[in-house]
């Protein structure tokens, strides 16, 4: 079975600042992929940025990085620059092959508030 | 990115009945679509994946009579919560995929929150 922990129910960063939000995640299947998802107050999921688990390199999107360490099997995010429209919260998810392939898997979330 | 909608956004009704709502994919032909439940502040957990022209995949503890899937065609798939009860008021969102291969992104609708009286 899969799982997916953020261990950080609530984070706050000022205006301007980066800021690193945890995800860890647990799965036997050597072929998963990772992603984050970001969800306003109005309740859309707005996809962030991917990492599959054969990627050398560390993804990217604009100021969202996923900091991939597979040893460790964590996968943060790291936003840079935060603005105040980021404020929200923010869902880490798996997704693994075979017969559950596509079926996400969520973690608990963290509310992510920016300070002027 | 590719544009998930779901209709109606916002559903308040009276317990005993029923309510359907659709997740269609806009602009690209979706394989397979996932239906989520939230409840406030919480994550989002799977109920099903629905397949275009099979019978959808239910997770388990989910009531296969109670929430009656249907995906008709590769842009439209529906929920219906039979017999609602106050107790299925939550938050239901649904995703779509069109990938072929290997962990391919998800797109969210924007979600239905079903209020049952």
């Known amino acids: 079975a899969q799982k997916i922990t953020q261990t950080q129910p609530g984070m706050f960063v000022q205006e301007k600042e980066a800021v690193t939000l945890d995800c860890t995640y647990d799965?036997?299947?050597?072929?998963?992929?990772l992603f984050w998802y970001k969800q306003p107050s109005s309740g859309e999921m707005i996809f962030l940025i991917y990492?599959?688990?054969?990627?050398?390199q560390n993804a990217t999107e604009g100021r969202y990085s996923l900091n991939f360490q597979k040893a460790r099997k964590s996968a943060n995010l790291v936003i840079s620059a935060s603005q105040l429209g980021d404020s929200a919260m923010y869902f880490c998810?798996?997704?693994?092959?075979?017969?559950?392939?596509?079926?996400?898997?969520f973690g608990q979330g963290t509310i992510l508030t920016v300070h002027p | 990115g590719a544009v998930v909608s779901q209709h109606p956004s916002r559903v308040i009704c009276k317990s005993g009945t029923s309510v359907k709502i659709e997740c269609r994919s806009l602009?690209?032909?979706?394989?397979?679509m996932f239906w989520y439940r939230q409840f406030p502040k919480k994550s989002l957990m799977l109920m099903a994946t629905?397949?275009?022209?099979?019978?959808?995949?239910?997770e388990q503890g989910v009531e296969k009579d109670k929430f009656l899937i249907n995906h008709a065609s590769l842009t439209l798939s529906t929920l219906t919560v039979t017999s609602a009860h106050p107790e299925d008021s939550s938050f239901y969102i649904c995703s779509a995929s069109f990938g072929l291969a290997g962990s391919d992104t998800q797109y969210f609708g924007p979600g239905t929150r079903l209020t049952v009286l």
């Open positions: 602009d690209f032909q979706a394989t397979t």
């Open positions: 629905s397949n275009e022209g099979s019978k959808a995949t239910y």
């Open positions: 998810a798996m997704s693994v092959g075979g017969t559950s392939y596509g079926k996400l898997t």
């Open positions: 799965t036997s299947d050597p072929s998963y992929g």
């Open positions: 990492q599959g688990s054969y990627d050398q």
